[in-house]
């Protein structure tokens, strides 16, 4: 009996050499992402900008472009509980079920989610993890899982600000990478998500910082400390999470790799964003160099706002390059560069109107305010038609990303 045993074991362990367990999850394999069967995917996604980090050229307005700014505006039109009230709305109705399931049928396998932490920490205790956050990434992930559509978890807002501009809806400055207290708030919270997502196989992975450091700041101060912070929060993921992906943006824009080493980690990827550039080889030769040389994955996380022409060059470029790629947005309004637009009322341009004016004092936003039952309606028909039941399809941008409506 104990040589049966012992030769079962030998045969257990010679098969687990031979024919190793499949994972579950998408993982890297050299310069290829791969589905859990071993076989390579090339990404093809869209961002859903605008849903949990409001951005005010979506709204069409101008200077008012972050969320705290876009935020402070509708107070003075709404007043603080209606305002609030209608975030909620608005969370409930910008994407739901039938967004998701429109993405998944016109031939995208993945979407990137960008989020505020904001949302996830209370307001008057940062370090104590509060708010609607993980509740609305919980229901994406969900209808993604439906859907078979992978999701990559995208923090588009830092603790402090990576960036130093309104996309990170900071104070203008990339304070995150001079307060240790930020940085262990991005550690912490992205910790906490990835424990909660550990098992969930539809999620691809983790964007850890979007858009870092942008051109207006000093590189030779800001660059060699965004590696370093990378680092930190890979090890505290991994301490929970050995199972997922995780992106890593260069700076200025994503688009600086010279900051990166040799990887750090098995799962990495690599992402860059590029808009409004030639659609010439020259612009992606650097990632590709890099990618031949680390023998890792490269995506290209976001790109977009741009003619249907523009569009079709740089998505085949890209994919001649084996990169994936994630259009931006899904959605915004009385566009036609995304793949849904929602309707333009002649309310909304009373409030376009009162947004874009000076409101530097009480008086101006008093003397400026439309009526009240055009605020009203304007806010009560913006809520009904970015749901995606009432919005339009661009059927030129869909053959642009190479798709076609089902």
């Known amino acids: ?31 290829n992402i791969v589905t859990p069967d071993g076989k390579p995917i090339l990404l093809r996604g869209i961002n859903l900008g605008n849903w949990l980090v409001p951005e005010g050229y979506m709204f069409k307005f101008t200077n008012t472009n972050s969320p705290q700014r876009i935020n402070e505006a509708f107070n003075q039109l709404l007043g603080p509980e209606a305002t609030k ?10 994407i739901t079920k039938e967004d998701i399931s429109f993405i998944k049928k016109s031939g995208l396998n993945s979407i990137r989610v960008p989020f505020n932490y904001r949302l996830f920490v209370s307001e008057d205790q940062t370090q104590r993890f509060d708010g609607p956050g993980m509740e609305m990434l919980d229901r994406v992930v969900q209808w993604c899982s439906q859907e078979n559509l992978y999701v990559i978890l995208d923090m588009h807002c830092a603790p402090g600000g990576q960036t130093g501009d309104n996309i990170d809806d900071s104070y203008g400055y990339p304070y995150l990478f001079e307060s240790n207290e930020a940085q262990q708030l991005t550690v912490d919270l992205w910790k906490a998500i990835a424990q909660r997502y550990a098992h969930a196989q539809i999620v691809i992975g983790y964007d850890l910082l979007n858009e870092p450091i942008a051109t207006y700041f000093d590189a030779s ?79 290209m996380g976001e790109s977009g706002e741009n003619s249907d022409r523009w569009v079709d060059s740089w998505r085949r470029l890209n994919e001649k390059n084996n990169f994936g790629w994630c259009f931006w947005p899904f959605k915004k309004m009385d566009s036609p560069s ?36 055009v605020i009203k309606k304007a806010f009560a028909d913006y809520l009904e038609n970015c749901k995606f039941t009432n919005c339009t399809v661009n059927e030129g941008y869909l053959k642009a990303l190479g798709l076609r409506r089902k």
């Open 85 to 94: 009230k209608f975030w909620k709305q608005y969370r409930d109705n910008y």
């Open 221 to 299: 101060k800001f660059n060699s400390k965004l590696e370093p912070l990378y680092k930190r929060i890979v090890s505290a993921i991994r301490d929970v999470d050995t199972n997922h992906l995780v992106f890593l943006g260069g700076a200025q824009w994503n688009n600086n790799f010279k900051v990166f080493g040799e990887p750090f980690d098995k799962k990495l990827v690599y992402t860059y964003h590029k808009y409004w550039c030639d659609t010439t080889q020259a612009m992606v030769q650097e990632y590709s160099d890099f990618s031949n040389k680390y023998n890792v994955p490269i995506w």
């Open 338 to 373: 995304n793949m849904v637009s929602i309707a333009r009322t002649a309310e909304w341009d009373s409030i376009i109107t009162f947004v874009n004016k000076p409101r530097t004092s009480y008086k101006n936003f008093r003397d400026a305010k439309p009526a009240p039952e």
């Open 1 to 31: 009996m104990k040589k049966i045993i012992l030769q079962f074991c030998f045969f257990l362990i010679v098969a687990s050499v031979m024919y190793p367990q499949q994972s579950s999850f998408v993982t890297t394999d050299g310069k």
